[in-house]
């Protein structure tokens, strides 16, 4: 089971800005497109289906780094994986690169935290779940801190 799934997309015209760049808040977009992808593909979860058994998650933090700009019509990987998890948070590790996989342009950590649909209250993760996280998440953390992290994936210009 992979603990770091991909995904391949293209940088669209309408999220750039007047300079070509993908617009700041597009790429949480892309980024969140990407890990409801990597969720079906890489572990078979569908969202919608959690949520019909009345439970799913929601964003209560996200950190972000511009590192490189994404560029309209650019060919980008996506990453992602669980840095680590509570019976009721998940945090996890975005990233984007270039289509060869090499330059990093955006860094993002974020903390998804579980409710419970029907009081939006938090709620606790089941067995199966907790099963899962242990098997995907990182092995060991790449950094202590967000910014220790970003330093790491920074290149040279």
Not at 88 to 109: A, C, G, H, N, P
Request: charge should be negative; glycine fraction near 4%.
């Amino acid at each position: 089971m992979t603990k770091e799934p991909e995904s391949l997309y293209i940088i669209r015209f309408n999220d750039c800005d007047p300079f070509s760049h993908l617009n700041n808040a597009a790429y949480i977009n892309y980024f969140m497109n990407a890990r409801e992808d990597h969720l079906v593909d890489a572990y078979g979860i569908q969202l919608k289906d959690y949520a019909a058994k009345g439970f799913g998650w929601v964003v209560t933090q996200h950190q972000v780094a511009y590192l490189k700009p994404a560029l309209v019509a650019e060919r980008v990987y996506i990453f992602s994986r669980v840095l680590d998890f509570t019976d009721s948070q998940i945090r996890v590790e975005m990233w984007m690169t270039d289509e060869e996989k090499k330059k990093v342009k955006s860094l993002l950590w974020s903390t998804f935290t579980h409710i419970d649909l029907k009081t939006g209250r938090r709620a606790v993760h089941d067995a199966g779940m907790m099963e899962l996280l242990t098997q995907i998440a990182a092995d060991q953390l790449p950094a202590d801190t967000f910014e220790q992290r970003m330093a790491a994936m920074r290149q040279p210009a």
